[in-house]
């Protein structure tokens, strides 16, 4: 066997370079963390050195969080090196605390990681239990007791305080926590009674989660994991349905769906979906979720199998029991939501638009196109809030298409010095100006851009196409050669 | 005695017999005069209630309007001859929600659909939902999805060019489509020459030239013709739109061109049907 060097991951710090890390070899020869790389130099060697990296570090600690993800759905990072798993409620489900300790540990274990564990029931008590006395489970209320006998370094302090606790003699937590914390908090400022509270279990402080907890989730564990589409199918099916006889129960709908894979090998791969109506039906489900699958850029790569699939509603609302009706009208603006999110989980939810209407006379910016999931207009069926500007009996006086920038358009000049041009070229074809109405003026809004006031002409050609024309700027106001643009086309 | 009885009926005119064996003929000549008839029908649309354009002639033609439920083909010379296909759309929508697909580039080419222009021909913007593809293909997969839900009122599909992914296969697949569902589809083309399809109707429309004593031009004014129609006559019309009530008129007189009921169609397009 090939004899192979310690190692230990260098880093620099203060301009010099310092032992990040290091492996267990190393450590049994004396090296140690912090230690001045030319030091372990000159005490190894040979001492094979890496480079640290850290955003390599903080990506490798996501991933294992993903992972950690099918435990529980409320993993945080307790970086750099850590992770919290809120189990409550969570280990029952894998044969009680001590089993599912001992499955995590050999579950990361097994995929090269040397972990420790430890169970408490405060973030910090089970953060400095894996430290320095891990594999310990913590019994209700047994906080205080369980970190007594560590060492000052379980509090975490910062050098300052670690000199001032050992000056007063303290050697241990518990001897720490004895102190009256009036006391402590004087000498040491309050944040450090705090996290000694919390170490303790005297106070807690809740989690953030790294994702927004589901609201309902179905899963299901493979003991052999799954690999064909078919068999990823039915699995999603089956959740669908476990999962929408639970929203009937609770009388609710989901909006966001998230399939969520967790491939043997670690990888969690993710797939939303989001709906614009509150969505339970199980069927529904599964093609909206199949749609989005069919349209991954990279496909859903299985590797070795998943050995989990879960469902979650991320976002579910309380359904209105009306929407289950037999109204007519009711299941056809439905049937047209499901339509709408059918497309939009194949197009992306921006290329199917509804339009908004907006208090403004510039006309690029007069209707906006809104994602029709968001926005449905067809509900709030009522008079019409799209002002005319027409008067009645007249013909239209905005175009039916816009083009999406006003093209520069090469004008005649006009006959009179503010009226509209008697020809034009637009996209390298001449068109002659047969007739002409304007000009209706329509000054920017000052309050939001500095462009100039445009006097907007409808204009017929001799071939009979209408065209909507502006001229950008007063004629002498703004200079005697006023540019031309082509905005719009009639009908 | 009782056999003979029975044979000596059954040479008589009115025996069960020879009238079961009537009966069974007509019956027959009944299922062949029915089958015949779909046979005559054979890939038109089910007859549902037309839409009436509005304008007279036209609608004659057409045999009362517009069929839903049935392709209809719009090749439009000119920009603002696309607007035409828009005002079917309008039309064969009524008070349901009008799906306008539109590929990217075709936005940057005619323009995208701006809902000011759209109310103020009479349409309501809230009715309209506009999916915008990356291409054609996603365009046409796109228009099958939106053609099996019979709750939309019509589909505008606005295809450039001649790609290939719209063969007659596709186009009978989207007419057999719009026939089960009920929704009509409006195929808008715009710089392509006419080949062959499954629509129903095919119009052939370039904008006209406004009248000139006409004061208040600018409604919108085509010379369409139909071209092709497969459950009966052909046409050509100056169509005006009249705003106020969303619908088609009669040009008033006085019109660029008469329009001539039945002009035989430009011979190449006649030929690609």
Known sequence: MPFKAPLVISRKANNALIVHALDARSARLGLYQGQPLANARAMVQPLSIIPSDEKADAALLESIADWCDRFTPLVTLDAPY????????????????????????????AQGFVVRAAIAGTSLAAHALARFAHNTIVPPRGEAAAVAPLPLAALDPDDKTLRALRHAGLKTVGAVAQRQHSELSERLGAGFVTRLRILLGAEEKPLEPRRPLPDLMAEQRFAEPILTEDAIAASLLSLAQHLSEILERQGRGARLLEAVFFRADGKVERITVKTGEPLRDASVMLRLLRQKLDALADPLDPGFGFDLVRLEAVLAEETNPATISFDSHENARQQIGFLIDRLSVRFGAHRVQRF???????????????????????????????????????????????????????????IAPDGPPKFFVWRQCRRDVVRAEGPERIAMEWWRSAGLTR????????????????????????????????????? | MQFENDSQQSGRLDSPRRRSMIEHNMNNSAKIAELRHSLARYGLPPDRQPIPLGHPQADSVLGGGLRPGALHEVFASGWSASGFAVLLGILAAGAKPFFWVQPDFEALEYGAVSPHGLAELGGDPRQLILVRTRKGDDALSAASDILGCPHVGALLLEIRGQPKALDLVTSRRLSLAAATSGVSVILLRQSAACEPSAALTRWQVASAPSRDDDEDWGNPLFDARLVRHRAGGLGHFLMQWDSENAVFCEAHSGAVAAAPFHRPADPQIARAV
């Open chain 1, 356 to 414: 908004v209407a907006q208090d403004t006379h510039i006309p690029e910016a007069a209707g906006v196109a809104v994602p029709a999931q968001d926005h449905d207009t067809y509900a709030n069926w009522g008079p019409s809030n799209w002002p005319l500007k027409r008067l009645p009996g007249d013909p239209p006086r905005r175009p039916l298409r816009l083009l999406e920038r006003a093209e520069e358009i090469e004008a005649g000049f006009p």
């Open chain 1, 82 to 109: 850590g992770l919290y798993l809120d189990i409550t409620g969570a280990a029952h489900l894998f044969g009680g605390e001590a089993a599912m300790l001992a499955l995590v540990r050999e579950k990361i274990a």
């Open chain 1, 455 to 491: 006097d907007y002409f409808r204009v017929e050609t001799s071939d009979g196409q209408r065209f909507w024309l502006y001229r950008d700027g007063l004629f002498r106001q703004n200079g005697l050669h006023p540019r031309w643009y082509l905005q719009g086309l009639f009908a």
